[in-house]
Nanobody, 116 residues
Framework: QVRLVESGGGLVQPGGSLRLSCAVS????????MGWYRQAQGKQRELVAR???????NYADSVKGRFTISRDDAKNTVYLQMDSLKPEDTAVYYC??????????WGQGTQVTVSS
């Protein structure tokens, strides 16, 4: 059974940093597109960053230069390093395996709150 478990969320002040982790079990994350998404209260879920099996990365314009997605194949874990956090980054962050079709799996989400 495929499971994605996010961790690393929390409360941070503006300008601070957090690193989210997505531990994958029951699947090898290196052979899938892996992505981080977020959903703020009252808004639609949106793509934050994604990484392909060959390591190509894509970012939402709102996080370019501040967030970095990476993957540790030995640990079967995907990370999202978030720097220079802003209040508008506050959301529940979700990890996803796949591109939205058959075989797509989501984690349960982790809350990130950026506030002074």
């Amino acid at each position: 059974q495929v499971r994605l478990v996010e961790s690393g969320g929390g409360l941070v002040q503006p300008g601070g940093s957090l690193r989210l982790s997505c531990a994958v079990s029951g699947s090898t994350c290196s052979i899938y597109v892996m992505g981080w998404y977020r959903q703020a209260q009252g808004k639609q879920r949106e793509l934050v960053a994604r990484i392909t099996p060959v390591g190509t990365t894509n970012y939402a314009d709102s996080v370019k230069g501040r967030f970095t997605i990476s993957r540790d194949d030995a640990k079967n874990t995907v990370y999202l390093q978030m720097d220079s956090l802003k209040p508008e980054d506050t959301a529940v962050y979700y990890c996803r395996r796949g591109d939205g079709g058959i075989g797509t799996y989501w984690g349960q989400g982790t809350q990130v709150t950026v506030s002074s």
